[in-house]
Nanobody, 123 residues
Framework: QVQLVESGGGLVQAGGSLRLSCAAS?????????MDWFRQAPGNEREFVAA????????YYADSVKGRFTISRDNAKNTVYLQMNSLKPEDTAVYYC???????????????WGKGTLVTVSS
């Protein structure tokens, strides 16, 4: 069982930056899980944002955030991060971190979810 808690969301102007964190706890080893970030804007379905392998050697990004967002992890701190730069109003959403046994971009492939943190980008 893994518990995930996101933090770092807030209100930022377009062009600004935020760093989200997701802290993991539980009886299993954080480094056993690939980690993803997803987001869900009002009225939209939840969508993939970024993923990172268990040791951090492989990353994937949605085309909409490539070049602006960076996913990273610190297994010693049981934490995954999402650095978001050059934010746009269309990045406004609740951001969720998720853990999965395998590296996947699919919502269905995730085993554990956090409750999300709201990011609002004003124009």
């Amino acid at each position: 069982q893994v518990q995930l808690v996101e933090s770092g969301g807030g209100l930022v102007q377009a062009g600004g930056s935020l760093r989200l964190s997701c802290a993991a706890s539980g009886r299993t080893t954080f480094s056993s899980y690939a980690m993803d970030w997803f987001r869900q804007a009002p009225g939209n379905e939840r969508e993939f944002v970024a993923a990172i392998s268990r040791r951090g050697s492989t990353t994937y990004y949605a085309d909409s955030v490539k070049g602006r967002f960076t996913i990273s992890r610190d297994n010693a701190k049981n934490t995954v991060y999402l650095q978001m730069n050059s934010l746009k109003p269309e990045d406004t959403a609740v951001y969720y971190c998720a853990a999965g046994a395998t590296l996947t971009l699919s919502l269905g492939g995730m085993d554990y979810w956090g409750k999300g943190t709201l990011v609002t980008v004003s124009s």
